[in-house]
């Protein structure tokens, strides 16, 4: 009925137009019209009145259903400024980066607004996002979510990048994140007044601080948490979105990690190179990969990464299904069965790169964090969660708790019980690899090549290098030897608590 009614009123709409046509024409007859007119040939202006008429009939229609597609119709020139900022290939003043962030802010509540977009997205909309009811960015979020699907038309997924790339610029442009995270944005400082003024971070920023809030024990509200959870998981999902990633791994995605974008593969690649088990890691790469799995924190929630998610599901079934969904010790867990007969090879590999970077920041393990951070603040001098020293060494604090870990009284300076626990739990599963001790690769790279290379299995290296020990040099001989110390203490305590 609707229909019907729209297309009568533009049919008298039409028709109106042409009879106020037809009478402006005889109102306003030419020269030769009223020469026609005075001879008496009526025949001749009715005929060529009605043509002129069924002229304008036509030329308004075509402007009604047919209207001209104009260069900068339609958000074109929006959506070329949006590319333009985004992928940095052209100078954009200052003026113009606010003005476009401000016009995606004001189209982050519903995706009509965004006509780019809307029209890249129509029919994967309709495919993917049918029943979803349009406001508050609802949409986006579900045409976020299928991104990667392999039914996403690529220039829905191309538009879809580059509004992800505006929300890492600005989180405003994200009206559900902005809506959610509002009080506890305010609430813990966490605004834009406070940060550097470099664009590609202020979205990692607000996360970060949002994060140490909650690692410190800050109430942060459900929703809230919500919608980090969603941005932090579509950091990990795609490398694009980061420019950090993009400037200083460049070299190694385009040698070794080409053709991987989707799912997080492309990050693991690189976290791969980084464990060493095939080519090199710049530092830089390095540095951008440790920043981001920082902002990322799956530590928290193996959920943000997609990658270890689908590939360590059956293993989550099956041998930690007694822990809750998203429970930070489900990474605990799948550490404690990595050489077991439920672990699976794919799930093994993506757990091994992740654990290689989060044994590398004491804070990316939020068990650890939890339970050590009064003992690390006291007596290894730490700073807040969200900041980091670049004077540290990898695994410095973590070197420095377990120093602590067995003293006596008479020494003094002694961990409490709950973060010696967690010291020895880490140990226990360290001791299975030493990529995941920093200080020992680093010390001990030369004697496991020279002394351990055919050792490869679980635990096998360690060995090695302690049947060695009188052999290798000052610097490995010295970890190893304080490794073999605190391992026979906790076998030791461990013996005690059984008896």
């Known amino acids: 009925l609707q229909s019907c009614t729209i297309l009568l009123f533009m049919l008298f709409f039409i028709i109106t137009v042409c009879l106020l046509c037809e009478q402006g024409i005889s109102l306003h007859p030419s020269e030769n019209e009223n020469t026609q007119r005075q001879s008496g040939n009526l025949e001749v202006l009715e005929r060529r009145g009605s043509v002129r008429c069924w002229i304008c009939f036509w030329q308004v229609s075509k402007l009604l259903f047919f209207p001209k597609q104009d260069v900068h119709s339609q958000g074109e020139v929006v959506s070329c400024l949006e590319k333009a900022l985004v992928t940095e290939e052209k100078i954009i003043s200052q003026n113009c980066k606010k003005a476009i962030l401000r016009v995606a802010e004001l189209s982050s509540d519903d995706f009509h607004l965004d006509r780019h977009l809307y029209l890249s997205c129509r029919d994967d909309r309709e495919r993917f996002c049918e029943d979803i009811q349009g406001g508050e960015g609802r949409v986006y979020k579900c045409l976020f979510n299928h991104k990667f699907e392999d039914a996403m038309s690529d220039q829905c997924r191309e538009a879809l990048t580059t509004r992800q790339k505006l929300i890492a610029q600005d989180y405003k442009v994200s009206y559900s994140l902005a809506k959610a995270c509002k009080n506890d944005l305010r609430k813990y400082r966490c605004n834009t007044d406070n940060l550097p003024r470099a664009r590609e971070a202020r979205l990692s920023y607000l996360l970060l601080c949002l994060e140490s809030s909650v690692h410190r024990g800050r109430q942060v509200s459900g929703e809230c948490q919500g919608e980090m959870l969603d941005y932090r998981r579509m950091l990990m999902e795609d490398f694009s979105l980061s420019p950090e990633i993009i400037l200083n791994c460049r070299t190694e995605i385009e040698l070794h990690c080409s053709g991987l974008h989707r799912k997080g593969r492309t990050l693991h690649c690189l976290m791969r190179l980084g464990r060493g088990d095939k080519g090199s890691l710049g530092q830089n790469c390095q540095q951008a990969l440790q920043t981001l799995i920082q902002e990322t924190d799956p530590g928290a929630d193996y959920r943000i990464d997609r990658a270890l998610n689908e590939a360590c599901e059956s293993v989550i079934q099956t041998a930690c299904k007694h822990i809750r969904s998203g429970d930070p010790m489900i990474l605990s867990c799948l550490m404690e069965h990595l050489y077991t007969e439920k672990m699976v090879e794919e799930c093994e590999h993506r757990l091994l790169e992740l654990q290689y970077f989060i044994s590398r920041d004491w804070k990316l393990d939020p068990v650890l964090y939890r339970k050590c951070q009064g003992d690390a603040s006291r007596l290894c001098h730490t700073q807040g969660w969200n900041q980091t020293s670049e004077m540290l060494p990898p695994g410095a604090v973590f070197s420095c708790l377990y120093r602590h870990a067995y003293r ?60 060695h020990l009188d052999d290798l040099a000052v610097e490995c001989r010295e970890i190893v030897g304080n490794l073999t110390e605190l391992e026979s203490e906790v076998s030791f305590v461990a013996n005690n608590n059984i008896e």
């Open 408 to 467: 006596t009284e008479e020494q003094g300076r002694r961990l409490s019980r709950d973060c010696r626990a967690e010291i020895q739990r880490i140990l226990h599963q360290r001791a299975l690899d030493v990529k995941m001790e920093p200080g020992l690769q680093e010390r001990c790279i030369i004697d496991l090549g020279k002394w351990c290379s055919e050792k490869t299995d679980p635990g096998q290296e360690l060995e090695c290098l302690q049947d």
